[in-house]
């Protein structure tokens, strides 16, 4: 079936930067919304950006003016740019996508979530 892999996370100092990256792979139709979200340790996972099927963001406040959410339609792949990071933004990121996998009106679009990476703001 459907699956997302993310890459990208790692060790950075607060100000650095970082990109994230999350391809689906499998049987797909059309990928309509995706989104970043984030879980840090002893805290529930919240959401960080959302981009519609034609270009539309979202941003939670903590994101606004610092990170970047965008996607390339033909590679089914969606990227989170993240700079001038901070303590705070210590967490695991997640990938999230909502894909119709075959062209029927009968089978709903269903969502998908990726392994997750570990994003480390710390000096």
């Known amino acids: 079936q459907v699956q997302l892999a993310e890459s990208g996370g790692g060790l950075v100092q607060p100000g650095g930067s970082l990109r994230l990256s999350c391809a689906a792979s499998g049987t797909i139709f059309r990928i309509n919304a995706m989104a970043w979200y984030r879980q840090a340790p002893g805290k529930q996972r919240e959401l960080v950006a959302t981009?519609?099927?034609?270009?539309?963001?979202n941003y939670a406040d903590s994101a606004k003016g610092r990170f970047t959410i965008s996607r390339d339609n033909a590679k089914n792949t969606v990227y989170l740019q993240m700079n001038n990071l901070e303590p705070e933004d210590t967490a695991v990121y997640y990938c999230?996508?909502?894909?119709?996998?075959?062209?029927?009106?009968?089978?709903?679009?269903?969502?998908?979530w990726g392994q997750g990476t570990q994003v480390t703001v710390s000096s």
């Open positions: 981009i519609t099927n034609t270009g539309g963001t």
């Open positions: 999230n996508a909502n894909i119709q996998a075959r062209p029927s009106a009968w089978i709903p679009a269903a969502d998908y």
